[in-house]
C-alpha cells in the first residue's frame, strides 16, 4: 500500500491544491506542501502531454532544491470539452461560460503525475470522463455565489457543491478531484520493485 511504501521516505507534495493534500492526508500521508508556484501555459499540445509536461516541470523543480531521498509528486489537471481546453476561470464572467458549456454535455478531465526520487523520474496521466446533467441560469448563479469554481479547472469542484451537477463519471473519481490515486500506487509499485530487482540484497 502507498502508505507502506513510503513510510520511511520523506513526502513532499509540490502543489497548493487543497483537494490534493486531503487524498493524500486520506491514503495515509503526511506530505511536506511546497507549491511550485510555475507557469502552466495552455497551447496546442494533446491534453494528456500538457498535463504531463506542467507535473514534470512542478515536481522537478521542488526536487532540484530537496536532497535526493526525498520522494517529490507533482501534479496538474485539466478539463477538455470538444478539444477546448478550460482551466481556472479568471472571474466569475468566465465561470459561468464554462458552466454553460458544460451544461448537458460529457467532457474528459485529464490529471498528470510525476514523481522524483534519487535519480528516477516518473511521468504517467489518467484520464476520466464526466457527463454533467443540463444545467439552468439559476443553477449556475447559485453555484457561482459559493465561490467554489473560482479556483478549480473547468469551473467545477466535484467533491463540493458541484457534485450536484454530475450525472456519471466514467473511469477514476479521484482524478476528477485532482489526483489519480490507483495510478500514483501503480507508478510508486514500479519504482519501488525496480529498485528491489536491481538491488536484492
Known sequence: MIHNLLHDKKVVLASSSPRRLELFKMIGLQPLVIPAKIEEPINGDKPYLQVMRNAKNKASTIASRMDSETVVIGADTIVVLENKILGKPENALQAKEFLTLLSGKTHKVYT?????????????????????????DTDIDAYIATDEPMDKAGAYGVQGYGSQFIKRITGCYYNVMGFPINLFYRMLSSIFESIAISNPG
Open 112 to 136: 498528470g503525475v510525476c514523481i522524483c526520487w534519487k535519480t528516477i523520474q516518473v511521468t504517467n496521466y489518467e484520464r476520466s470522463l464526466v457527463e454533467f446533467s443540463p444545467l439552468s
